[in-house]
């Protein structure tokens, strides 16, 4: 008999913010997520947190290590001196360089994403946390339900300051059930349209605006029990995700992709 699997505690939590999360962990993350919608907007909002500082110091990545950083340097100082005070008073000033130069130094200097990637993955970790956050919410998964139709697509067109409308995916056995705002980690708005079958499963389709040269095609990504397809077009980033088969997924993609914009 396998021994149960221990608790998801807060430095698992670090770990699949920071993705150094052994891979063996990953799925026991993301159920405790899924059931833990507090939790799941918490860690969300810590990635987009991350993702932003990585890329507001990508231009550094390339460029030499400060003088006052230099182990050699830090070293000979202390030669320098014989004063146990002095010292002291270098350590605190490594110490607050270490805080406000070095932490972020270690933080720039890691490898960075192109700016594809980046709004790929900020996309999808949006979306992610919206299915896991709204999905389950039985009572107020919306904030506009879908016999206020035009109503929603007018008011989320407003917001995001383009044309966004919830696609027709009763072809696949699901009906709109309404949408809500949503905001990007930049405290922009992008939308999310919720959909239903006859047994009560869920599908979220995130629309997120994007720079008007970004071009990526329809991608497939999976987390546990929920198959994703993700792309960006026109100004607009799109991820659909859901428990259904990835070629289904795909199909929906393609129509959504179709009819769009």
Do not use: C
């Not at 001196?81 to 720039?108: D, M």
């Not at 956050?133 to 407003?158: F, K, M």
């Not at 994007?210 to 026109?234: C, E, F, G």
């Amino acid at each position: 008999m396998s021994e149960p699997l221990p608790p998801v505690g807060e430095e698992e939590l670090n770990g699949y913010v920071d993705g150094q999360l052994p891979p063996k962990r990953w799925a026991a993350v993301e159920r405790y997520l899924a059931a833990h919608p507090d939790a799941a907007r918490r860690v969300a909002t810590d990635i987009a947190h991350r993702q932003a500082l990585n890329a507001a110091f990508a231009k550094y990545s390339t460029q030499p290590l400060p003088p006052e950083l230099n182990l050699n340097r830090l070293v000979e100082e202390r030669l320098r001196t014989r004063s146990h005070r002095r010292w002291q008073i270098a350590a605190a000033v490594v110490i607050s360089l270490g805080i406000g130069g070095a932490g972020g130094w270690l933080l720039h200097t890691q490898p960075t994403l192109d700016r594809y990637e980046r709004a790929m993955a900020a996309l999808e970790h949006q979306a992610l946390a919206s299915h896991a956050v709204y999905s389950p919410d039985r009572r107020h998964p919306i904030e506009v339900t879908a016999a206020e139709r035009e109503h929603l697509a007018q008011w989320l067109s407003n917001r995001l300051s383009r044309a966004v409308s919830p696609p027709d995916l009763s072809g696949f056995g699901y009906r709109l059930i309404g949408g809500r705002l949503l905001a990007t980690e930049q405290g922009n708005p992008a939308a999310l349209f919720m959909y239903e079958d006859a047994d009560g499963h869920r599908m979220s389709l995130v629309m997120r605006p994007m720079a008007a040269d970004l071009r990526v095609p329809i991608a497939q990504w999976d987390r546990n029990d929920v198959n994703a397809s993700s792309w960006i077009d026109k100004g607009l980033g799109y991820a659909i995700l859901g428990p259904v088969p990835n070629d289904e997924l795909v199909r929906m993609a393609r129509q959504i992709s179709g009819t769009q914009g």
